[in-house]
Each structure stands twice: as C-alpha cells, then as structure tokens.
C-alpha cells in the first residue's frame, strides 16, 4: 500500500461524524440452516503472525465453533460433532482453491462410570463423578480427535509429538471452580507440540473451549439499531461478554504456508457433516460479517456450500451492497451511499488490498488473507481498528482476536477505502465515506497487561499474549453470567 493510501486510511480512522449506521453479529447463527447446527456452525476465523515472544516465525489460525454458550449450559454441555469433519484450509497461490487441508475429526468416549446406590450399581447423570484433573478419572465423558494434513491429495496424519501417536484429547469444558479449581492451568496441560508432514520444525495444537473474542452490542443492534452509532466506541456493552466458544487452535511455520514465492496466503473454515456416502458442507467462514453483511437471505445457505473458487455466483452482493442502501433508508440524506460498481468492496472482500494482502497472481475469491512477510505487532502497540488504525498487522490484513472487525467492517463498507484502493462508482471526492461508525462496543485491550477499562468496556474482554491467544473460557459456577455481566 502507497503512503498516501496510508495517510487516508489514518485520516478516516481518526476523523469523528454524525452519520449513522448498521451493526451485524459476526457468524453467529447467520443462515437459517446452520442456526439449527450449532456443533457445525463457524462464529469466527482468525489468522494473523504469531506474536507470543519468540513465534514470529509461525502463523496462528483458529477456527471458532458452537456459538453463544452459557458457561452454566450443563449437564452435557459443549461436545463437537463426531458425525462431521471441520477443516482450516490454506491457499499459497492465489487460485482461490485450497493448497493445504487441516482436517479435525472428534471422537466421544463414554465410560459409563456408576455409583453403588444401596447396593444398587447405578449409572450417573453427570459427566463428571469427581474433581477433574489431566488423569480424567473422574470424567464420564471424554472427546479426542485425529488431525490430518491433505496436500495436493494426499492425505497425511498429524503427530501429537507431546504424547506420541496421532490421538489428541480435549479437555472438559469449564464446568465450574469446584469441578476443576484451575482451569487455565488444567487446560494448558492438552497444548501439544505436532509433527506436521512436511515441515522441518514442529506447531502446536489446541482444541476445547474458550471465552468467545468476538465484541459485539448484539442485541441492540438487531432491534432497528437501538443504540447512539455515532457515539463513543466504548459506550455500548459487549452483549457477549458471558458467553463461551469452541476453538480450533493450530500454529504452523510460516514455510510451511507459503508456497516459497509469494507470502500472501489466504485461508478459510468449513464444517461438513456425514450423509450416506459423502460429507456435506455446511458452514464456511473466511472475512467476517461477510454472510451477515455481503450475502443476501436467498443465499447465504448456498454460499456456506460453496469454495472461494466459485464466488463470481456472489459478486452482485460486493459490487452493490445492501448495507449503504438500507442506512439511506433509515436514515434519509444523513447516510451516504457510495456509488456502484464497489471495486474497493471486490479489493477488499475478493482480491486482498494491492501492495498489503494481494497475492501476486489472484482469482478473486472470499477468503481471509495475510500478508506473512508484515512483522507481528506486539499486544501493547496493536491498534484495534488494524490497517485503518496504521497497524498493518492487523485485519484486513489477516485477523486478530484483539481486531475490532464490526466497526472496521462497518467503515469500509460505507466506503472508507473509497479511492485508496479503488472506486465506488465513479471517483468521489465525498469526505464522508466510511467516516468512523461504531456498534459502540469495544474490547478491554489486547491482553491483560495492556487492559484499558473505560466507559462500558468490561474487563474481561481481554485476549491472552500467548498461545492459544482466546481467554480461559468463563466457568459455570460461581460466577455464570451474574458475575460476568457486572
């Protein structure tokens, strides 16, 4: 990206306006099929440099699955489907196909564990029997999974290069203080180091639940957008403070990403399930918001069917987005619509941005790209409004967890990339594209150490400075959402 796109984007990140908005959940319940498959549904995708100190030289994706849990969502609580295959998948060559497969199965043993009842050998209810630590004595129910790597069709396991084998456990959601006193402490014990086919240097791996990243004034938003959008960003709550999430957590090597000419890649989850004789897919997310805020009713079940490869079927939404429309609607003259044909929507959505995320040689299709060769930016420096904000590390350019993804999401498609890194129609020189909009909800900072409380900022809504990077999941007991909302 030249300096002068630079400057722009830093103008528009820091410039105020009085021009209203439209906020959406990230994937959440977004297409009416997949609202009924929560074990399948994909809520967010991150993927971004690693910026534990001394993992610069690896990429971290995670795969977020089985949204809006309550940490007290007892007594089965938050198992992933055995009856599926969940995928994190790689392009390393711009062709909007997928160069490289991580593919996760789950498997769900059930001890059957029982009590003498008066003589009487009777079978729990529970899925615990007792205090729960890494022996898993006490657990009625335990889910492993297989990671495999699918490279120009050939399909090789992972190793758990920690235990040894190619099985991994994933620990027992956080059930509560007394089931499990240290929770942090007893689910750093399922981190395993991976043999990854191919690659000279070992990742790591972890999959069990976390405290959901994604900050989001929910409710308000979907009420006609209840709220003040030109307020400030922490004005509003994160409606899904007190919520949990299941993580898909996998870092591999930069070389062993990329196709050794281009750092750009571009990756993706899928989640399909098992029907006869072949997997059906089902949930598919890249970009964020981009099945909520792109892809309009009639298809966004078609779209979390399909590949990145045959996006062209959905370019109608990118060129001519609802979005500005529906403002103008609500809102009368004070919303702009940018003009039509949205290229910088197609640069931003399709393409990668030319000069930050774009590969050399691009079919467009909607996938989350990163530029591998931009250095992580350590948590006390990122901006959460990333590129926008002059922090290359962040989204578009890749995601992290601490990207403010609805707000940056909200300016560019309301044309704050407008002439930076395309047109909106034809040329504008309206200043009022993609001023600074917001759902008002704002997370505590990148880490703990880095946590800045104000206005309804909660605290809690931090991330962690280390691998697996998404927070200790909430327990269910003591605090469940009384403690949590506060």
């Known amino acids: 990206m030249n300096t002068n796109a630079l400057s722009r984007l830093a103008l528009l990140a820091a410039t105020a306006t009085s021009l209203p908005l439209c906020a959406l ?31 610069s030289a690896y990429v971290t994706l995670i795969a977020n699955y089985l949204p809006l849990q309550d940490p007290f969502g007892g007594p089965n609580y938050f198992n992933l489907d055995t009856d599926a295959v969940y995928k994190i998948l790689v392009d390393n060559d711009g062709d909007a196909d997928s160069d490289l497969t991580f593919e996760f199965k789950f498997k769900t043993i059930e001890k059957n564990l029982t ?90 791996v972890f999959v069990g639940q976390r405290k959901d990243g994604f900050v989001v004034n929910l409710g308000e938003v979907f009420d006609l957008v209840n709220l003040n959008p030109v307020g400030p960003r922490d004005g509003e709550p994160n409606s899904i403070s007190n919520k949990n999430v299941t993580s898909l957590v996998l870092e591999v090597p930069i070389s062993c990403l990329t196709n050794g000419k281009d750092p750009v890649i571009g990756g993706w989850t899928t989640a399909s399930s098992h029907e006869g004789d072949h997997w059906k897919q089902v949930s598919r997310l890249g970009m964020p918001l981009v099945n909520e805020l792109v892809i309009g009713l009639p298809d966004k079940d078609k779209f979390n069917a399909s590949r990145p490869i045959d996006d062209g079927q959905f370019l109608h939404y990118v060129t001519n987005p609802f979005l500005p429309v529906l403002l103008n609607t609500e809102f009368g003259n004070a919303a702009v619509i940018p003009a039509s044909p949205r290229n910088d929507l197609v640069a931003a959505f399709l393409t990668g941005v030319k000069g930050l995320n774009q590969p050399l040689q691009v079919t467009p299709g909607e996938m989350l790209r990163l530029n591998t060769s931009i250095p992580p930016t350590p948590p006390a420096t990122q901006n959460d409004l990333g590129v926008l904000g002059g922090d290359l590390a962040g989204f578009p350019n890749g995601r992290r967890p601490y990207d403010d993804v609805v707000d940056i999401t909200l300016r560019v498609a309301e044309g704050a990339l407008c002439g930076a890194i395309g047109n909106c129609g034809a040329e504008t020189s309206d200043p009022n594209h993609g001023l600074p909009y917001t759902d008002g909800a704002r997370s505590a900072g990148p880490d703990a150490a880095d946590e800045t409380v104000t206005g309804q900022i909660k605290a809690a809504d931090t991330y962690l400075a280390v691998f697996p990077y998404l927070n200790t999941p909430l327990p269910g007991s003591p605090n469940g959402l009384n403690g949590i909302a506060k």
């Open 25 to 55: 959940a990230s994937s959440h319940r977004e297409a009416p099929s997949i609202a009924g498959l929560p074990r399948l549904d994909g809520t967010d995708f991150y993927m971004f440099r690693s910026y534990e100190p001394g993992r």
């Open 115 to 204: 009590v003498n009842a008066n003589g009487v050998t009777t079978a729990i209810p529970l899925i615990q029997t007792g205090q729960i630590d890494t022996t898993g004595a006490n657990l009625n129910v335990q889910q492993t999974y297989t990671l495999a790597l699918v490279r120009h069709g050939t399909r090789e396991d992972v190793h758990n290069a920690t235990l040894g084998g190619d099985v991994f456990l994933k620990p027992v959601d956080n059930i509560g203080n007394k089931t499990i006193p240290d929770y942090a402490g007893y689910a750093g014990n399922f981190i395993y180091d991976v043999s990854i086919p191919g690659c000279n240097a070992p990742g790591r």
